[in-house]
């Protein structure tokens, strides 16, 4: 039996906030990490940013060099809710 996993802190605005700065489509950003040997889907990356589907640290260091930011650009202004 699986267990499906509670969704955690999404960074998916974020990120599809940097893609937007960026002037970048999904697919353009898509096009970038399989250049760099990421698999990642359409249907994946979208995943991402609706933040449904668990970024793999490998992506998110491709995306950290498409964007020319810092890692703390995808957390900013996320909060952690206690409780």
Same mark, same amino acid.
């Given at each position: 039996?699986? @267990?499906?996993? %509670? ?5 998916? +605005? +974020?990120? %599809?906030?940097? %893609? %937007?700065?960026? *002037?970048?489509? @999904?697919?353009? #950003?898509?096009? *970038? ?6 698999? /990642? ?5 979208? @995943?991402?940013?609706?933040? /449904?589907? +668990?970024?793999? #640290?490998?992506? $998110?260091?491709? $995306? ?7 890692? +703390?650009?995808?957390? @900013?202004?996320?909060? #952690?809710?206690?409780?």
């Amino acid at each position: 039996m699986s @267990q499906k996993i %509670r969704q955690d802190i999404s960074i998916g +605005n +974020n990120i %599809r906030s940097l %893609r %937007r700065k960026a *002037h970048l489509t @999904q697919e353009q #950003v898509i096009a *970038h990490l399989q250049l760099k040997g990421l698999e /990642t889907s359409r249907s994946s990356y979208s @995943q991402i940013e609706c933040g /449904t589907y +668990n970024i793999r #640290v490998s992506e $998110l260091v491709a $995306l950290a060099e498409l964007f020319q930011v810092d890692f +703390n650009a995808f957390f @900013q202004d996320i909060c #952690v809710k206690s409780g």
